[in-house]
């Protein structure tokens, strides 16, 4: 093979990687599907520090759904996500707490400050990256 075939063949390659991962990425953002890496031991022994999941936006969550909320007001900073799973949820709000911690996350948290919940790795699978 002559080296302009090779490079034709590499440059095919590469422009079908590139689609493939804006179509990916299209098909995410317009599905409110996430990408986060849990930081901190808060998720042990269900997310380990730096497990990779993946969460999707939902229009109501559930007690035991392990979700990323907006915690920026309760720290006082611009923006702070949590991974920690919902123990209690009412008509007013979400008690949140993580599985390690020893008490819940101060205050009731509303679905709005909820951004997506954990639909993959599964609680049994462990870290899979």
């Not at 520090?49 to 309760?74: A, P, W």
């Not at 993580?98 to 205050?107: L, M, S, T, V, W």
């Amino acid at each position: 093979m002559d080296k302009n075939k090779i490079t034709k063949y590499i440059l095919y390659i590469l422009i079908s990687c590139i689609i493939i991962m804006l179509y990916v990425t299209i098909y995410c953002v317009q599905n409110g599907i996430y990408l986060f890496q849990a930081v901190g031991s808060s998720m042990y022994p269900t997310l380990k520090d730096g497990e990779f999941i993946i969460c999707q936006t939902k229009s109501d969550y559930e007690v035991n759904d392990i979700v990323i909320y907006d915690n920026r007001f309760v720290n006082n900073e611009d923006y702070d996500l949590t991974i920690h799973r919902i123990i209690y949820k009412d008509n007013l709000g979400f008690i949140i707490k993580g599985d390690n911690n020893p008490r819940e996350d101060i205050g009731l948290h509303k679905i709005d400050s909820i951004l997506c919940k954990m639909i993959f790795p599964k609680e049994d699978m462990g870290i899979w990256i």
